[in-house]
């Protein structure tokens, strides 16, 4: 029997990754809405919902101490709540960007360094933090989603050396798009979704691949294929990739 804590519980990605875990496992799930996290998971055995406001660092420490109160472990804690919005740089309020940053980048890094420190007391553990192909690899209009994104990895990676020693493992998983009510925010047209139709993921496909290395040393889980391969040409040739992702691959 493990225990698992996921945020953004009422997402599409989450739900599919719950869906997956054993009914052995003892699951926290956490949301900003109750009722929603009650109506999807209230059947569920060995699940407790707990709402929290992740955007305010005092309800993340009460969440972290009434985990470790009623459980006395985690073995694995996943951040995944986040949003997108794809627009120009230029649209963007100042109160805007905070509030992407609240929710992608500090809720993701307060959870990591408050459980990081009981994992390791434990000396095991596993942290998988939902990033995303946008935080390797910058496109018109992501530009504050990919900071959010990038500042992600970029904390997961001096993490994982971090906490190496003890034993406590550290994965960041970058997705392209993927099929869920993430674009109902990022792209209420539909139009980046239409035209990205041949790279999308389905949730059913991620959460498969994110179960499956649970507990594994895996450094980061790319995917597409295809994505994870331009993001190594994009590390390689970057001026070439920055041509091509404003002449030919701009589909946002
Ligand atoms: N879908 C994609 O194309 C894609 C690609 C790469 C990476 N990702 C990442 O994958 C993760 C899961 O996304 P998803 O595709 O499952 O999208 P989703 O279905 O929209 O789920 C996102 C989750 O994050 C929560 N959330 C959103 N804004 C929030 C806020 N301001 N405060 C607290 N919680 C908030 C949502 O809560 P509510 O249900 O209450 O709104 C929901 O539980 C995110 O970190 C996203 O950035 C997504």
Redesign the pocket.
Known sequence: MRTIAI????????QEIVKRLSADDQLIVM???QQ?LEKLYGVRPKTSCLQV???DDHAIEQAVATIYQQFGQLDVFIN?????DFSTYDAYETSQIR?MF???TF?TMTFSRLIGQHMAEQGHGHIIN?????GLIASSKSSV?SAS?FAVIGFSNALRLELAEKNVFVTT??????????????DPSGQYLRSVEKFT?Q?EQVAEKIVANIGRSKRELNMPFTLATAHKLYTLFPTISDFLARKVFNYK
């Open positions: 945020t953004g519980a009422t997402g599409g990605l989450a949301g900003r809405n929603r406001d992740i955007t995944n709540a986040g949003y997108g509030q609240e929710v992608n809720a939902i990033a995303s192909m946008a989603y994104k998983v970058n997705p392209g798009p993927i099929a869920t009510h993430f674009f109902d925010t990022a993921l949730p």
